[in-house]
């Protein structure tokens, strides 16, 4: 009986675990300085999982990292080194699904456009920067929950510039029926145990 009643609190206390909200700051030398001149990278555990950065396009590209600024792309052929310009791509994976409440831009002055694009397809979501300061943060209201995030520039031709300096959002968390069919796996699994034979 004893064995039910902590199996049950358990479980309980697995039901109730509240989502919490990270940021992933990408001007984090700890967690990014490693980054810099790679044309991908995996990062540590983070608050939202571990992820994934890479310089997508073109092909000679790198990443760029700076404590300031966070991440842009680096092609050769382009000035500005550091930001994201068109045809630079980022690209951010997730290891596990997050749901993405905001993106936070630096070096985005008044009037300067960048794209995103959701799981790797669809539309892609224009943003235009607002102020001289450079820094932007986009609220997001996802429906749903997403596994990755493309960033790029704005059409060739226009000087517009950015880096990604911040990610806030969280983890999905392991839906409730998972964890209730586990325990009834492992109760299941405790009754056979001791069924003498």
Known sequence: ??????????????????????????????????????????????????????ATSPGSATLEWDASF???????????TGYLEQPEELLITFSSPIYLSSITFSGLSTNEVG???????????????????????????????IRSILFSGDSPGNRNSYAVAELNGTVVPIPAAAWLLGSGVVGLALLKRRSPR
Do not use: H
Not at 26 to 43: C, I, K, P
Not at 70 to 80: L, Q, Y
Not at 117 to 134: A, E, I, K
């Open 1 to 54: 009986m004893k064995r039910w009643a902590l199996l049950t609190a358990i479980v309980l206390l697995l039901l109730t675990t509240p989502v919490i909200a990270a940021i992933v700051d990408f001007r984090d030398y700890g967690f990014f300085g490693g980054a810099d001149g790679y044309g991908n990278f995996t990062s540590g555990p983070t608050g939202l999982g571990t992820l994934t950065l890479a």
């Open 70 to 80: 966070g991440f842009g792309v680096n092609w050769p052929s382009k000035n500005n």
């Open 115 to 145: 794209f995103y694009q959701l799981n790797g397809s669809g539309s892609l979501f224009r943003f235009t920067g607002t102020s001289d300061v450079g820094s932007l943060t986009l609220a997001l209201d996802l429906q749903a929950p």
